[in-house]
């Protein structure tokens, strides 16, 4: 990407988890960082996500769940993106991941995994160091 | 030796801080070093504290206070299908837990079925699956209603909670007098931090003041709403705002009750609040004094309360889930124990001590029976419940509750101007603050002016994490069978009698609660009640503010 664009990223709440305190946090730290942040609100289908992709076309997803339902929802949300040949753009999870299951997130095309604890400068370079593009 | 050494750094870095820190409380409150007797000399002890049981209840509102029974030991548990939380509510009774306290997975939150779409993943995960009252009548079996009580974090869907508790009462040859709990049904504070909403707030309102004027007449022993603070600190605020916030909510919800016409000495001590209590040991104790002191003199000075029952502040509390930390988190049951004091040295009329791996997964038995036990030692072993409100007269204290309410007031004011609380969350007052506050707060956890062992300081080389409890998936496939089976096996004609009744209903002003109570026994599911009021009172939508 050229030098002169703001990295843009997208932050979102799949599933009917409500707990958005760590999503927004995260939200704000990006922007302070330089980057355009879009923030999805909470409730978020697959379906939504991919639609805020292609609609806003950014460098970056982060995607925070803490109710547990991620082994769900992070499959559907990247056979979504496959079907759309959506390839060049870092997806990461975080929240509430248990440890056992980040090999089958990984094997899936996720990255990140943060949980709590986790300082904003810690996911500002997350972001940097694994853009695809 | 590598261990002295350690010791030695660490005591070094210690030291380093102590001589730079500010001293302010988490909500950003200037500490002095030392409090006199000047601090206090304005406080009259009959005017602003009176002894226990009496006005403005400052000091606690029973007089015997934990002399006459401790307070009331109450995990929230809920996770899976309603028979295997029903084996973990049976576990704790026997571990000598004195009553319920019910977590719904998040369909059942926001009133939608186990079968839509949108609960892929989430079936069971955070609490328990609850779809119609067969999965109520298991959760409760072999429990005596009449014996227990029973408290529900349920918001938007809470009429139908209730009336699935009352007819689950009915069902076990109970009257619904005889039933004492609690149901949460506080959907200010969802608009605010919580976000379990469903519907507008207008039509939300309508139906918490159903709920009130249904239980004042008919359910008598029920507390019709916990007024809560505790999710509003969790989502960031500082606890004055958690103070300012919750009570302002009390204060709408009183105020729609009068509009509809019911008397305050009626239904006012039927209300209760729930707290958070966050690390800061003094402030936490300060906070519920001064939440006692605010509501008993606008119970009595702004709304004409007369019977003091209607003046009395009570709470439960629940300790910081935010406050728990992933690395080494068996530090936890410290964090919780103080945390559990300051709700016991504040004077809570009962207790949810969180349990130490709560910040990587749903508790075990093992950290559920630690977080237990830990209230019990509180209770059996410290000394702390032999008298009433022993910290009393701290120049400090005393000093401290004093401030929060002051800067409660600030912000009650601010609520005012903003046209009261519905128009505030409209324009995202609350929001905004809260969102605000909690970035201030990770700021300063990240440069280290706020501390948290062995996250930003003191930090483990390595760190294993304890054994975790999972759901398995199965619970989803079990619970989806169950849903079938009961859609089958109900008399569907009558489902969809009561529902056209209450989708009339809904349409004009009748109080819906009898109409709620005749749909969930012909076992109309929690998805079909609220996907009829959708379509009578429609959805809310936020902003998404960050």
């Known amino acids: ?133 | 030796m590598t261990d002295s050494k350690t010791m030695k750094d660490q005591k070094n870095e210690s030291n380093k801080t102590s001589n730079q820190r500010h001293y302010r409380n988490l909500s950003n409150i200037d500490i002095k070093r030392l409090y006199t007797p000047q601090d206090i000399n304005e406080i009259d002890y009959d005017r602003d504290l009176g002894d226990p049981g009496q006005y403005p209840f400052t000091r606690g509102v029973y007089e015997n206070m934990y002399r006459g029974r401790f307070w009331t030991m109450r995990q929230f548990a809920g996770f899976g299908t309603a028979k295997q939380t029903n084996e973990r509510f049976k576990f704790l009774i026997d571990h000598g837990q004195t009553g319920l306290s019910v977590a719904f997975h998040f369909p059942t939150l926001y009133g939608i079925e186990s079968c839509d779409e949108k609960s892929l993943g989430e079936i069971g995960k955070v609490g328990v699956a609850i779809d119609t009252l067969k999965d109520m009548e298991v959760l409760f079996d072999g429990i005596d209603l009449s014996k227990i009580s029973t408290s529900m974090t349920i918001n938007g869907p809470a009429s139908i909670l209730l009336a699935m508790y009352i007819v689950v009462g009915e069902k076990q040859g109970l009257t619904p007098e005889q039933l004492r709990g609690t149901i949460q049904n506080d959907i200010l504070k969802e608009y605010i931090a919580q976000k379990s909403w469903i519907f507008p707030p207008d039509p939300s309102m309508r139906l918490i003041v159903d709920s009130i004027e249904y239980c004042t007449n008919h359910v008598p022993q029920w507390y019709t709403i916990s007024i809560s603070g505790y999710h509003i600190r969790e989502a960031g605020s500082t606890a004055v705002q958690e103070l300012a916030f919750t009570l302002a909510d009390g204060f709408a919800y009183v105020e729609a009750a009068i509009k509809r016409g019911l008397d305050i000495d009626d239904f006012a001590h039927r209300l209760s609040f729930f707290f958070n209590s966050h690390n800061n040991f003094f402030e936490e104790i300060a906070k519920y004094r001064a939440a006692r002191k605010i509501w008993a003199k606008r119970m009595k000075n702004k709304y004409g309360a007369k019977k003091p029952e209607s003046m009395r502040l009570r709470f439960h509390t629940q300790t910081a889930g935010v406050s728990l930390t992933a690395q080494e988190s068996e530090n936890n049951i410290v964090r919780v124990t103080l945390q559990a004091l300051a709700g016991v040295l504040g004077g809570t009329q009962s207790l949810h001590t969180n349990s130490f791996d709560e910040a990587l997964c749903l508790p075990t038995e093992k950290s559920v029976r630690i977080a237990l036990r830990t209230q019990q030692i509180i209770a059996n072993e410290s000394g702390v419940a032999d008298t009433v409100d022993p910290l009393a007269g701290s120049y400090y204290l005393e000093w401290l509750t004093n401030k929060m309410e002051e800067e409660a007031e600030i912000y009650f004011n601010k609520i005012e101007k903003l046209g009261g609380v519905i128009p505030a969350i409209k324009k995202n007052f609350f929001q905004i603050e809260i969102a605000n506050a909690s970035y201030k707060y990770q700021k300063e956890v990240d440069s280290k002016e706020r501390i948290v062992v062995a996250v930003n300081k003191f930090q483990p080389k390595s760190c294993r994490n304890p054994e975790i409890l999972r759901i398995d998936e199965k619970v989803a496939e079990d619970q989806l069978n169950i849903l079938d089976e009961m859609k089958k096996s109900r008399n569907n004609e009558a489902v969809e009698k009561t529902l056209l009744k209450l989708n009339k209903a809904a349409k004009g002003d009748e109080n819906l609660m009898p109409y709620i109570i005749d749909a969930v026994r012909e076992y109309a599911s929690i998805g079909e009640i609220i996907a009829v009021l959708k379509d009578v009172f429609g959805i809310y939508i936020e902003d998404s503010i960050f």
């Not at chain 1, 997208?10 to 305190?21: T, W």
């Not at chain 1, 076309?57 to 992070?74: E, K």
């Open chain 1, 1 to 133: 990407m050229s030098k002169e664009r703001k990295i843009k990223v997208i932050v979102a709440k799949p599933g009917l988890d409500g707990h958005d305190r760590g999503a927004k946090v995260i939200a704000r730290g990006l922007r302070d960082a330089g980057m355009e942040v879009i923030y999805t609100g909470i409730h978020q289908s697959p379906e939504d996500i991919l639609n805020s992709i292609i609609q806003e076309d950014p460098d970056a997803v982060l995607l925070s769940i803490l109710s547990g339902a991620h082994n769900a929802l992070c499959p559907k949300i990247m056979e979504k993106l496959k079907e759309n040949n959506i390839n060049d753009i870092l997806i990461a999870v975080g929240g509430i991941i248990p440890e056992e299951d980040k090999e089958f997130l990984e094997k899936q095309g996720l990255k990140g995994f943060h949980g709590p604890g986790t300082n904003i400068k810690t996911i500002v370079n997350f972001v940097k160091n694994n853009l695809k593009r």
